[in-house]
């Protein structure tokens, strides 16, 4: 198991910056993957960011060029920076954690949330 705890959330108008941090519970040399995921009310949950234990990273169309994920394996945290913050960015940011089970599945854990809303 893991535990995620996120952090860095706020309000900031738009073309501004934040950046938020996910510590895990234990190494993250362990884990599969972690990344991050947005749900803004009325829609689904969406992909973010994320990166593998071997540094491969995704992004979502609508944030490339503007977010970079990034961890700090000593701290056991991953980051997200977002630049360049748009109205549409306002949504609740999760974390994942997925690691690799036995007989070949994957097990996903999340955080609690952090409310990211940009003011235009």
């Known amino acids: 198991q893991v535990q995620l705890v996120e952090s860095g959330g706020g309000l900031v108008q738009a073309g501004g910056s934040l950046r938020l941090s996910c510590a895990a519970s234990r190494s993250i040399f362990s884990l599969y993957a972690m990344g991050w995921y947005r749900q803004a009310p009325g829609k689904q949950r969406e992909l973010v960011a994320s990166m593998t234990s071997g540094s491969r990273t995704k992004y979502g169309d609508s944030v490339k060029g503007r977010f970079t994920i990034s961890s700090d394996n000593a701290k056991n945290t991953v980051y997200l920076q977002m630049n360049s913050l748009k109205p549409e960015d306002t949504a609740v940011y999760y974390c994942?954690?997925?690691?690799?089970?036995?007989?070949?599945?994957?097990?996903?854990?999340w955080g609690q949330g952090t409310q990211v809303t940009v003011s235009s």
């Open positions: 994942n954690a997925e690691i690799i089970s036995g007989g070949g599945g994957s097990v996903e854990y």
